[in-house]
């Protein structure tokens, strides 16, 4: 899977890194490469399932889709 990263210069110093695609996904390091390092684990929890994901109202359907 490939997302696309925007990585930007933090006021405070250091980089921020965030996911267009992802809403709140984001992550800061204090150079490009930690930042990077970081948002990847951000991106790999945000999209680790959930136990909570599955406990869903009686009578709902999940499927899968491929886009």
Do not use: H, Q, R, W
């Amino acid at each position: 899977m490939k997302l696309k990263v925007v990585l930007e210069p933090s006021e405070e110093g250091g980089f921020t890194a965030y996911v267009p695609s992802l809403p709140g996904c984001i992550s800061e390091g204090e150079s490009k490469e930690e930042a990077l390092e970081n948002i990847k684990e951000a991106i790999e929890l945000y999209l680790e399932p959930v136990d909570d994901d599955m406990s869903l109202v009686p009578g709902t359907e999940t499927m899968e889709l491929a886009i």
